[in-house]
């Protein structure tokens, strides 16, 4: 009606105002640390955004007593909660503030504090609050369930134990609510098969949408796991044969290294670390002595210079990304895989080198 597709070649974001009316935007850019603590209370977002906004941009620590002291005894929730994130976003939000709105009886200040929990949670403080989810998740109803189960996925890079005890007691609890349910898989990071073999072992019913979810996800996960599987296997046989044409003659078929030539390549911190050191040395060569593990080569135990690759036109980005992962996986080496897109980026990144690196520059 009002042809809002228009025009095609521009953004599209309008702003609405009531009709025969013509709002002014206030500016708030100017308010005192008081004036903007306060207007966290409005009942306007933009308005309460904007004044957070500003607080924590500016680094306005003048504001922390006057925050702490609302977020403790605010006359409004919104209030209340805007001053918890404005404390967070200064770095300045204490474990004491948080229990203020945990222990309160409001249900909205409790998750805020759930939530900005997992948000600040590290190895100091994991075990405490992982601990205080667990006996808040014995007792806890289905609104707080979701918040509880989301600061156990965080816990489960800390203090995997206890944070599993919370995902299991959750999923047991609340089998057929999908928000924790899929709060709960969210923090199982690759260990939804265990998960589900548990569950299994708890008979829960195959009918609830705790078990297909888990089904279906840890189906997935196999289907995925033998697709690159697959993948891996040709992958790593199309790297080896093109190692052994053009990497063979001087590091040797088992990646040992030879004499006056090149340095092993199996056990060697430049092969399994950074990618984009790997592919540097591969597309520009390298120059001068080269340190593996504890031992330095030089001439002439090694050659003094490895070539580049960068202009040989029958080495695509894909063929260079096959050696590359197939030297990261083979003898003893382990280490992920390199995608042509990730040589390509490398190659543009550093088009105009024309010279070898050194181990000095790489390192």
């Known amino acids: 009606q009002n042809d809002l597709a228009q025009p095609l070649n521009r953004g599209r974001i309008y702003k ?9 935007i206030p500016n708030l850019s ?12 409005q009942k306007n977002p933009w308005i309460c955004a904007t004044a957070q906004r500003l607080l924590v941009d500016n680094k306005n620590f003048k504001a922390v007593p006057l925050l702490r002291k609302q ?6 929730l919104t209030g209340r909660i805007r001053s918890l994130w404005t404390l967070e976003g200064l770095g300045k939000l204490k474990e004491s503030d948080i229990d203020v709105l945990l222990f309160s009886k409001n249900i909205q200040l409790q ?35 979701p918040y509880i189960a989301f600061l156990a996925a965080e816990g489960m890079k800390y203090k995997s134990a206890i944070a599993k005890k919370i995902l299991f007691k959750l999923a047991l609890t609340y089998p057929e609510n999908p928000y924790v349910v899929d709060a709960v898989i969210s923090g199982l990071y690759n260990q939804e098969q265990d998960f589900f073999h548990k569950i ?8 609830t949408i705790l078990y297909k979810h888990l089904k279906k996800v840890v189906s997935h996960a196999k289907d995925r796991e033998r697709e690159l599987k697959n993948q891996s296997k040709d992958l790593f046989a199309k790297g080896k044969k093109l190692f052994l044409t053009y990497c063979k003659v001087c ?46 080569y030089k001439t002439p135990e090694i050659a003094g210079e490895m070539p580049s690759f960068a202009t040989n036109k029958e ?9 590359l ?20 980026a490398i190659r543009e990144k550093h088009k105009k080198r024309t010279t070898p690196f050194t181990m000095k520059e790489l390192n």
């Not at 998750?111 to 590290?122: G, H, K, P, Y």
């Not at 040797?252 to 430049?270: R, T």
């Not at 382990?334 to 390509?344: F, G, H, P, R």
């Open 251 to 296: 590091h040797g078929e088992n990646g040992e290294g030879l004499q006056s030539l090149g340095p092993p390549l199996s056990g060697s911190q430049w092969v399994t670390g950074d990618k984009e050191t790997l592919a540097k040395i591969v597309l520009h060569g390298l120059t001068g002595p080269i340190k593996v593990g504890d031992k330095l």
């Open 71 to 76: 977020l403790k005894s605010g006359h409004t």
């Open 325 to 344: 992962s197939f030297i990261r996986n083979a003898w003893e080496n382990q280490a992920n895989a390199i995608t042509d897109k990730e040589v390509k």
């Open 315 to 323: 080495l695509t980005d894909k063929k260079l990304a096959q050696i």
């Open 200 to 207: 299994q072992a708890k008979h829960i019913s195959d009918s």
């Open 30 to 41: 100017k308010d005192s640390p008081q004036e903007l603590v306060q207007l966290l209370n």
């Open 16 to 24: 609405i105002t009531p009709q025969g009316k013509n709002p002014t």
């Open 111 to 145: 998750q805020q504090a759930i939530t900005v929990m997992a948000s600040m949670m590290d190895k100091q403080n994991a075990n405490k609050w992982l601990t205080t989810g667990y006996r808040l998740c014995k007792n806890t109803g289905q609104q707080m369930a």
